[in-house]
Every structure is written in structure tokens, then in C-alpha cells.
């Protein structure tokens, strides 16, 4: 199976641009030094570097572990170790330590191979692609293994719905360690043929920019990205002659819909997905947006709403249920954690997302919240509280410590912690899980209290967190 388009526009990221030819050619070396491993990782920079060793590993039919650049220690030791990658791929500059996998400078390798797709036909279409590594609600983050298939499956759902075609010049800054900067932001242009501009950062100004000099006509965002962008009037109008305008990753708040709108004309196409999923339901490009909702299931996904006991929930537009998924595009399980990927599917074999939905009459899906308080979602990125707080329970002068999501205007949530700590002040906490994490991941809010509220089983209570 082919995954990859060999033909189609550019890339560009960062400024820095590749003809597609070329960019194969550069990949079909990495390929080459790779053939044969079982996972190599990529230190997954905004840069051409992480595209070719992503797009090599493809061709050469290894799995792929994008690290973000910015994991502390303790995260990228964990992503290392827990994936067996056996080597580590960035540009020759990187910092790799004596303990980690040697490095492969992708920079040093020749930039025009044998062109071409490589012939990744040979690859079995079940084979593991990517493995993603993702927050769960408790301990460290889990590897979720997503096949070439799902990706193919995934990509031309999002095709169809969204009337992607190579005509299309792709505009987006987003991180390139996940679904949504990497899959559908990086893969996808290089499966459907279209050119991509990658902005670096998600910086409104630069999607602006993109769009006046680069005629950018389809944009991904965050909903943080599209809030920052309807609050600056000029950077919004700049969208106008923009084709679609999505949202994804976290709620797109309605007053931000609404607002977006009014400034660029354009009624922004919502979509929900999770790692482990890649992208199941959306609007389409030809058809309604409704603020608030999340639109009706790709092509090939079945959905369902179930009762905290499993017992099915009506489709009526207003009783909110858990939403179970069914689709080709799921992923194949969390790599090395056989009880945790039993465990995210019904005994009928539907995968339960954790998140909380209405489902219409007509189809129409809203995602109304979580089922569990430990899954935070910042800026678009899922963190689980229990990273946070092992990391926070890791400083020698803190005794307790719970993690919780409370709302934010710009990030949607900000990650919020209650520390019971002898000695040491906010910022050095706050600054202590920056060094050991990405740091996104780090409290923005740090409360020192004197004691957290306990249940009877003396476990902590963390709706009433907010009493303290
Ligand atoms: C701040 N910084 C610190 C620090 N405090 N550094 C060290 N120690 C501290 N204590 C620095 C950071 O390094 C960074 O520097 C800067 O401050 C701000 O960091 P930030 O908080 O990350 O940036 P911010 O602007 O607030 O981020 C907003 C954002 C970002 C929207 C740009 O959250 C983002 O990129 N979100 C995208 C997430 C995403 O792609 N999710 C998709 C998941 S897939 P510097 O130098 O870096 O600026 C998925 C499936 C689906 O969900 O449905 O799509
Ligand atoms: P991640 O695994 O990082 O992809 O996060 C997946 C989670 O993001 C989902 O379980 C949802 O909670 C959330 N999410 C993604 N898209 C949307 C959306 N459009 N609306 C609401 N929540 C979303």
C-alpha cells in the first residue's frame, strides 16, 4: 500500500522549503540507514529534518516515535526506553546523551536519493506506522501504536469530507509529535498531494501572513489559535479569502465561533478525534457548522452513546452518554500494556473514548465533557494529572498533591495544582515540572494548601479542590 503521494507541492516549514521529489529523494536515505529496525525516534523539531525522518521511516516500513523537542529528562528517558527505539533521528546538532540511542544526523545524509515513494508498496498495510505517546489519567505516558492503514483509512475520510484536493495549499503551525500537526498536518498534504506551509509556530500573524503571500486556502488550528485570532480583528480579516478554516483537538468555544465568523467570513469546519482514534467526526466542507457541535461521523465510523452501566443511551439531541467508537482508522493497541488496551474497549469490541457526548436525531455530535476529571486538555494538548503529580511528588519538600483542569479564556484549560509542601514557593514548583516535562505540561496555577479533602478510603476528593 502506498501511504504517501510521490507527487504533489512543496513543503515548506519554517521558511525552509523542499520540492517533493527532493524531499522523497532525502527520505529515501534515512530509509536506508534505517531498514531493519524495529522503532527509531525523532526528535520532532518544527522542521524539513523531522518530516524527512518521519517520511523515511514510512518508507522503510519502521515504526516511527516522534519525542517533543522540549521533554524533559524524565519524559523523553520514559519514551525512549518504553518504545525500544534503537536510534535517535534529528539534525546533527542535537544534544543526545551517552545513555540514549546513537544519533543519525538526518542533515548529513545526501538530500537527492533515488526520488521516488521509495516503493513503500512492499510494506503490509497492518504494519505500525507511528507510535504516538500519549497522556493517560494516571502514571507515565503511553505508546499508541497507529497502523499505516488507519492513517490511509483516516486521511481519505478527511479528504472527502473537507473537499481536499492538490489544489489546496495547506496552512499550519502546529506541533509535529502529534495526531493533529503530524498525521493530518504533515502526512496528510504528502497523501492528498497538496503543497504545505508550515508556519513554524501557530502564531495568528503567521497564518495571516501565509495567506496574503503563500495563498493559503485550507487552515488547522487549535481552538486557542482561533481564539487568539478573533481577538486581533486585522489578523482575522487576512483569512477572508481562505477556502476552510478548521478546529480541532479541544472545544471550540461558541463566542469564538461566533466571532471568527463575523471577522473572516467563514464559518469554521469543526472536528473531534483522539490519538487513539486519529479523526472520526466533522463537518463538511459542503454542508452546516453548528457552534457547539462537532458534526456526524467520516466515512466508515459507526459511534454510539452508553450509560455509566453500558446500557445504551438515545440518540435524541439532549441525554449525554459516553461515546463509543467503531472505524477502520482505530489504533492497534498501547504498545507493551496488553491490560490498559483491554481496557479501553467494550466487551463488544467498541473503543470507549472517555469523552461524554449528545448525539442528535439527525446525526449531529457535541462533546459536552470528560468522563474522568484527570485528563486535562490545555492549548489542545491532553495532559493527565497523574504525570503532573508524580512529577510535583518527585521535589523533595512536597508531601501531597492533586491535579486538576479549571477553565482558561485563552488555553480552554490550565492545568491547576493543590500542593501540601514544607518550604518551597509556587514558581520554583511550577518550574521544578517545566524541567522534567514538556512544558506544556507544567502548573500554570500552584495552590500551597495545608491539606487536601480525603473520602473515607483517603482518596482525594477533587471536585471539592476548589473549596480550598
Ligand atoms: C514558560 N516557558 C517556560 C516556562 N514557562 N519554559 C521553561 N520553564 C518555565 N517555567 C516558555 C515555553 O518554553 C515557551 O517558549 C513559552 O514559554 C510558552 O509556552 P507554551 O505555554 O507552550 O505556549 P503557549 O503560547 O501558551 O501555547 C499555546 C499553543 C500551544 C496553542 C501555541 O498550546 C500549542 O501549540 N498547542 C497545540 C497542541 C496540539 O497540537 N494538540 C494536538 C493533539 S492531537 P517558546 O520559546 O516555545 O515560545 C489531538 C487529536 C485531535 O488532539 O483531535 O487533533
Ligand atoms: P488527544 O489524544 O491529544 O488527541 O486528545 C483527544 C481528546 O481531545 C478527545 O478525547 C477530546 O476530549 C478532545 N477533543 C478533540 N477534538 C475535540 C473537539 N472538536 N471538541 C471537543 N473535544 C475535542
Request: glycine share 14%; charged share 20%; no cysteine.
Amino acid at each position: 500500500m502506498d501511504l504517501l503521494g510521490g507527487t504533489g507541492g512543496p513543503v515548506r516549514i519554517a521558511g525552509r522549503e523542499l520540492p517533493r521529489d527532493e524531499l522523497f529523494g532525502w527520505a529515501s536515505a534515512v530509509a536506508a540507514e534505517i531498514r531493519g529496525a524495529d522503532a527509531v525516534a525523532v526528535i520532532a523539531t518544527a522542521s524539513l529534518e523531522t518530516v524527512v525522518a518521519v517520511v523515511g521511516g514510512l518508507l522503510a516500513g519502521v515504526p516511527v516515535v516522534p519525542v517533543p523537542p522540549d521533554s524533559g529528562p524524565a519524559e523523553r528517558a520514559h519514551i525512549l526506553a518504553d518504545s525500544g527505539a534503537s536510534m535517535l533521528l534529528a539534525d546533527g546538532g542535537a544534544k543526545v546523551s551517552p545513555s540514549e540511542p546513537p544519533l543519525l544526523p538526518v542533515d548529513w545524509l545526501p538530500r537527492h536519493g533515488d526520488g521516488g515513494n521509495g516503493g513503500n508498496g512492499e510494506v503490509p498495510a497492518d504494519a505500525t506506522a507511528l507510535i504516538l505517546y500519549t497522556s493517560g489519567t494516571t502514571g507515565a505516558p503511553k505508546g499508541v501504536l497507529i497502523s499505516r492503514s488507519a492513517i490511509a483509512a483516516g486521511l481519505d475520510a478527511l479528504a472527502e469530507a473537507w473537499a481536499w484536493t492538490p489544489g489546496d495549499v495547506l496552512v499550519h503551525g502546529l506541533p509535529l509529535f502529534h495526531v493533529h500537526g503530524l498525521v493530518l498536518g504533515v502526512l496528510g498534504p504528502l497523501r492528498v498531494g497538496s503543497p504545505l506551509v508550515h508556519t513554524g509556530r501557530p502564531k495568528p500573524e503567521l497564518y495571516a501572513a501565509a495567506a496574503q503571500d503563500d495563498g493559503g486556502s485550507l487552515f488547522f488550528g487549535v481552538p486557542t489559535v482561533w481564539s487568539r485570532t478573533a481577538a486581533d480583528p486585522s489578523t482575522a480579516e487576512a483569512l477572508r479569502g481562505a477556502r476552510l478554516l478548521v478546529s480541532g483537538s479541544a472545544p471550540l468555544p461558541v463566542p469564538v465561533f461566533e466571532r471568527l465568523s463575523a471577522l473572516t467570513g467563514h464559518r469554521p469546519v469543526e472536528r473531534y478525534g483522539m490519538t487513539e482514534t486519529l479523526i472520526t467526526i466533522s463537518a463538511r466542507a459542503e454542508g452546516d457548522r453548528r457552534p457547539g457541535h462537532v458534526g456526524t461521523p467520516l466515512h466508515g465510523v459507526r459511534t454510539r452513546l452508553a450509560a455509566e452501566d453500558g446500557s445504551a443511551v438515545p440518540s435524541d439531541g439532549e441525554t449525554p452518554g459516553e461515546l463509543h467508537v467503531r472505524a477502520p482508522l482505530l489504533f492497534k493497541g498501547y504498545l507493551n500494556r496488553p491490560e490498559a488496551t483491554a481496557k479501553s474497549f467494550t466487551p463488544d469490541g467498541w473503543f470507549r473514548t472517555g469523552d461524554i457526548a449528545t448525539i442528535g436525531p439527525d446525526g449531529w455530535h457535541r462533546i459536552v465533557g470528560r468522563a474522568s476529571t484527570d485528563l486535562i486538555k490545555s492549548g489542545g494538548y491532553r495532559i493527565g494529572a497523574g504525570e503532573i503529580e508524580n512529577a510535583l511528588l518527585a521535589h523533595p519538600a512536597v508531601r501531597e498533591a492533586a491535579v486538576v483542569g479549571t477553565p482558561h479564556d485563552d488555553l480552554g484549560e490550565q492545568v491547576t495544582a493543590y500542593v501540601v509542601a514544607d518550604g518551597v514557593g509556587e514558581k520554583a514548583l511550577i518550574d521544578f515540572v517545566a524541567e522534567r516535562l514538556s512544558v506544556h505540561k507544567r502548573p500554570r496555577v500552584v495552590h500551597l494548601v495545608g491539606s487536601l479533602p480525603r473520602n473515607a478510603m483517603g482518596k482525594v476528593v477533587k471536585t471539592r479542590l476548589s473549596e480550598l
